[in-house]
């Protein structure tokens, strides 16, 4: 479950988690505002990351038993578009673990949509 943890969000809340040890250090005592933004960002990181999950899992199961057709993107960062390809069992592709594969070419199975 660990690949689908927002990395760049991860490192913003390890720097809340080091500044608030700083100020504690620093003032003797932590506000409590602190503490809320906290809990409410690890719940946020954790929440999305089992959407992801769940996600994957459903396309994993569509893509196996029922045969289904998917619309996957891959790629798509900051000055190029993501690229559309029509994943299904009848077109060639395999699934390993959580990536859908034909030839050389792997989309992950979280980032799909029913056709």
């Known amino acids: 479950m660990l690949e ?8 913003v809340f390890v720097f809340i ?3 608030m040890i700083i100020l ?7 506000p409590m505002g602190s503490y809320i933004l906290l809990l409410t960002s690890i719940g946020a990181f954790l929440f999305m990351a089992n959407a992801e999950f769940t996600t994957a899992q459903q396309n994993i199961n569509d893509f196996k038993n029922k045969n289904a057709t998917l619309k996957c993107m891959s ?3 900051l000055y190029t578009s993501a690229d559309t390809y029509r994943v299904s ?19 992950a ?5 029913r056709w």
Do not use: P, Q
């Open 17 to 19: 988690a080091i500044s």
């Open 89 to 107: 069992l009848n077109d060639g592709w395999t699934l390993d673990k959580n990536y859908f594969i034909k030839e050389s070419l792997m989309v």
């Open 24 to 30: 504690g250090h620093m003032e003797k005592r932590i």
């Open 4 to 11: 689908y943890l927002n990395y760049g969000g991860l490192g």
């Open 75 to 77: 790629g798509g960062g």
């Open 109 to 113: 199975t979280h980032k799909c949509d």
